[in-house]
């Protein structure tokens, strides 16, 4: 009885360098579902006077694919979000670029702030690990 194992080399590196793009597909698809998910909570939790605020979180919903359904961000809200990627690295930031967004988060001297942002990062973070684990080994073993 004789066992013999043949490499080729070439396709071996092809196969692993075309592993490596699915894996950062895979990354990339996790965190941006982690990122909708993040801003779905600080828009539910987030406070309402004028609606200004909320639909710029709205924006940077839409900006990762989804909208809130109920128009939050349809109407030209000021946000925005992105993924940024580099070599080993995704990064997903979403921004409300409405000034007085700091002191709803915040608070101020007179008020309280909500938190909501803070909250909803700390809630989702190990769920986002998760997903974007999820997401990196679904990717690695595709054909």
Sequence with gaps: ???????????????LEAGRGRIREGRRRGL?????????????EHPVETGRSRAGWGAALSSLGLTTGDGAGDAG???EA???EEAE??????????E????????????SGTGSVRRSLDENRSQGADIVG????RAAFEE
Excluded: C, H, K, W
């Design 77 to 79: 809200g000021e946000g």
């Design 100 to 111: 007085y967004e700091p002191f709803v988060e915040y608070g101020s001297r007179g008020r």
């Design 82 to 84: 992105s993924v940024i």
């Design 134 to 137: 999820e997401e990196i080994a």
């Design 1 to 15: 009885m004789s066992v013999s194992v043949e490499s080729d080399l070439e396709s071996l590196l092809a196969r």
């Design 89 to 98: 690295q995704t990064e997903v930031e979403a921004i409300n670029f409405v």
């Design 32 to 44: 941006v579902q982690v990122g909708q998910q993040v801003l779905r909570d600080v828009i539910s």
